[in-house]
């Protein structure tokens, strides 16, 4: 299911957007890191489509994918449910500044691929990056094992109710996995995999969507309003059984054979950008 790496002449080649190095020992040529701006993305939108776009992250040969499967479900439920809409609105208003880095050397296979959270604080359209997380490795495939930068939040923002960028509960994601193939025009499309906590924070706009359904009559909302206040809470939603479930913990990134962080598949259209 992973989708496989093409050595595109973007990610390849030195371009004006990358920053080279020189080669080191036992590399055949010019070292180059490309940044990426991240410009849209896509969620699943049904259990396939989850599985399609999901790592097995932890090594147990079992697809991972929880939390897209969550947001295919709540979509096939809720009309209004649209996480992917506005994550692609605040990144092309570019509030969100959210990048991918690409390390190459000329004539390898070996790359290395990041997942970078950025600011561009005086709108020149040159982003500087403020956290890039740790490189994911690979020979050709799929980059593996890093850890990724990921506005998680706005993955929980079904209705747009995220007024600003400072609210979206940025993670850093475990088990960062990578695959890259050939976009539409200068566009790169990466598939993204990896584990992350989904704290309090990342849980509140999802808690505030379902407060919306609830007074359109929702009974899985009420269900979960446990003290019939007409206001469901991050706390009603993680003590609800049913909610509980969906939110089990499903990749074990530590190796202690008990899973500790949820997964989360997508896929991201990326283009070639100048940072500071």
Known sequence: MWVRLLLLPSLALPLLACSESPAAAGQSGPCSTEALRVSSIHLPRSGGEAAALGFDLDGDRVV?????????????????????????????????QW????????????????????????????????????????????????????????FADGGGLLAL?????????????????????????LTIGLAVELGDDALAPAAAFLTAELEGGSRFAASIDRDHDGVITVPELRASPAVATLLGADVDTDGDGDADRLSIGFSVQARSVVTE
């Open 64 to 96: 991972d994918n929880q939390l897209g499967a969550l947001s295919a479900a709540l979509a096939a439920v809720y009309a209004g449910w649209d996480p992917e809409l506005w994550l692609t609105e605040r990144l092309g208003e570019r509030d969100v």
């Open 99 to 154: 990048l991918a880095l690409v390390d190459r050397c000329e004539g390898e296979r070996d790359w290395r691929a990041r997942l970078a959270r950025g600011i561009d604080a005086d709108r020149d359209g040159r982003p500087e990056i403020v956290d890039d997380g740790m490189p994911a490795s690979g020979d050709g495939s799929v980059a593996a094992d890093g850890v990724g930068l990921v506005p998680v939040g706005y």
């Open 165 to 189: 960028a400072d609210d979206a509960a940025w993670e850093a994601g475990l088990a960062l996995t990578v695959a890259a193939r050939e976009g539409t025009d200068d566009d790169v499309t």
